[in-house]
């Protein structure tokens, strides 16, 4: 059973670059063994043949593995500011932006920003760096296939534009992927990307002691062009901008000065 397991994880990671030896494997082991059994499986191994003829049963082992709380345009009416008012004022100063989504987790919002892009630009002209320090979320990031409860927020123009319906899964358009540059960055560790116009981190500061968000705000300050935009979560408004060199430009978003 052991070796049967092990030979699953190899399997897994070079399908698709997914490494289940980073999780706790008594733990993973227990969750993927009844998820085998109840789909009629009798091992790792047969479950794995299965999924190689079967995209939808790969698709479903994927979403099951991951626990996955981002979406698409999550808090929509932010994403309305961004694309009326931030993003504009942006474009008018800069004919090409510098952005990066920082803790993308598996890749909704960095996809999210350039669909939004799109109605500014074309597509090849559009270039964001999107990071996070899990390694297995940026390679479910990479590619780009999602459940249907991602998508709730998503405007239907850009749902018939940019996804394709695969069985109860939804898989994103090569060109939108081709925006996106993923790479493993941690917060309080690496060094910041340097002459941002746009920062976009949200929903994940919340994790962080004070000392840590405050080091991270800096950060992100410095991070940025003069004028340049921080765009936070919903549970991370920033209660004294002011020391970081920021101004309040709208709710969850702060212009560096």
């Not at 790792?44 to 939808?56: H, V």
């Not at 390679?139 to 695969?166: C, D, H, I, T, W």
């Not at 405050?214 to 002011?242: A, C, D, M, W």
């Amino acid at each position: 059973m052991a070796h049967d397991y092990n030979q699953f994880v190899l399997n897994i990671k070079n399908k698709s670059g997914i490494d289940l030896s980073l999780y706790k494997e008594a733990q993973m082991k227990r969750r993927l063994t009844s998820l085998y059994e109840r789909k009629g499986y009798a091992s790792f191994l047969n479950y794995y043949e299965a999924m190689l003829k079967d995209d939808l049963l790969f698709n479903e082992f994927l979403d099951r593995m991951t626990i996955n709380v981002s979406e698409f345009y999550r808090n929509a009416a932010r994403w309305f500011v961004l694309e009326n008012k931030i993003l504009p004022r942006l474009l008018s100063e800069n004919t090409s932006l510098k952005i990066w989504s920082a803790a993308c987790s598996t890749g909704e919002e960095p996809y999210t920003l350039a669909m939004i892009l799109s109605k500014f630009m074309p597509l090849s002209k559009i270039s964001i760096l999107a990071t996070d320090i899990d390694r297995n979320a940026i390679q479910r990031a990479k590619m780009g296939v999602y459940p249907e409860r991602s998508l709730n927020e998503v405007p239907s123009e850009m749902k018939k534009k940019f996804f394709q319906k695969e069985g109860s899964f939804y898989k994103i358009s090569e060109d939108i992927k081709k925006t996106v540059e993923f790479k493993s960055h941690n917060l309080l560790a690496d060094p910041f990307p340097q002459q941002m116009d746009l920062i976009v981190c949200r929903n994940v500061l919340i994790y962080f002691t004070e000392e840590a968000k405050t080091e991270i705000y800096q950060n992100f300050s410095n991070s940025l062009k003069r004028e340049g935009t921080l765009f936070v979560g919903s549970t991370e408004q920033i209660f004294n901008p002011g020391i970081f060199n920021f101004a309040i430009e709208d709710t969850f978003f702060y212009q560096k000065q």
